[in-house]
């Protein structure tokens, strides 16, 4: 049979921006460690996928998309990691936001 | 047996570069800033934000303060706020439209 795989795919990309747009008014409406961490997951999940997309539309080539793609996990694991470190020692994505806002 | 998935897409892009076409989706039907479907600025931006987290030894409130006490003046703030709010707002507008 078929692979579902691709349309699976597409379909989490949509469920995953649909989600990161509802986050925003969470954000603001009830900043936290709950929204923190959601946030640094969905928007490191949809940046990651997003990416992803460029990285084939744009890169041809066996060896070019495996590098491309090596790159992008590693760039999505380090910004994951900054996130959720900043969202653990730091004041977190809401507060931050805000302060920054209120300068 | 026909061929496999993988050599029909070699023989699509030995054709598809051997006519010379131009890069496709081209680049320049993106006018101002970048649709969201495609190169957005916004990813870079919160993976430097995030790498910054990682190596800088201080906290976010400290350089934040640093920044308060270089006293920019009112006018070099708000357009500090306005560059980084545009490529998130065009993006998420983009975005919705994309989603709808």
Redesign the interface.
């Known amino acids: 049979g078929t692979s579902k795989a691709a349309s699976l795919h597409w379909t989490g990309e ?1 469920a995953v ?2 989600l990161l ?1 509802g986050l ?1 008014p969470a954000a603001y409406l009830c900043p936290g460690p709950a929204v923190d961490y959601s946030l640094a997951a969905a ?2 999940l949809h ?1 990651h996928w ?2 992803g ?2 990285i084939t ?2 890169v ?1 080539g066996d060896v070019p998309i495996k590098v491309a793609n090596t790159g992008l996990y590693i ?1 999505s694991a ?6 959720c ?2 969202n653990y ?3 977190g994505i809401c507060k ?1 936001v805000a ?3 209120s ?1 | 047996m026909g061929t496999t998935a993988r050599e029909e897409m070699r023989r699509f ?1 030995e054709r598809n ?1 051997r006519s010379g076409r131009p ?1 496709s ?1 081209h680049v320049s039907i993106y006018k101002c800033a970048p649709c ?5 600025p ?2 870079p931006g ?2 430097l ?6 190596l800088l030894p201080e ?3 400290h350089y ?1 303060a640093q ?2 006490a270089l006293s920019l003046g009112p006018a070099l ?1 708000g357009s500090a ?1 306005f560059l980084l709010a545009l490529p998130v707002s065009y993006h ?1 507008w983009n ?2 439209r994309h ?1 709808v």
């Open positions: 949509r921006s649909v747009l925003l928007l490191t940046g997003g990416l997309q460029v539309d744009y041809h760039l380090l910004t994951f990691a900054g996130l470190h900043f020692h730091d004041v931050a302060m920054l806002w300068l | 892009w570069l890069l989706p969201p479907s495609q190169v957005c916004c990813f919160v993976s934000f995030s790498l910054a987290a990682l906290h976010f409130p934040l920044v308060r703030i706020k998420t975005g919705i989603l």
